[in-house]
């Protein structure tokens, strides 16, 4: 037995919960870079273009979306 990983480890991900919305940051294990995805409760996953250095850039990012979003649709 060696110690080297030889098994793909999954990437890792955060999941918050924010005004309704499922928002998902995901890391790219090779690139480090994490992305952003966002849906509403069974609906079809919105993929952000944008790229961020951390987790909860990509996550703050999503809710400063979500806001933006919301608060179009109220007027």
Known sequence: MTDRITNREPEPEHRVFY????LKATQNQ?????????????NSPVI???????????IDHGKGMIDFLLGKQDH
Do not use: Q
């Open 48 to 58: 952000s273009k944008r790229k961020f250095g951390t987790a909860k850039g990509a």
């Open 19 to 22: 005004r309704g919305y499922v």
């Open 30 to 42: 090779e690139t480090e870079i994490w992305t952003l995805s966002y849906n509403l409760e069974g």
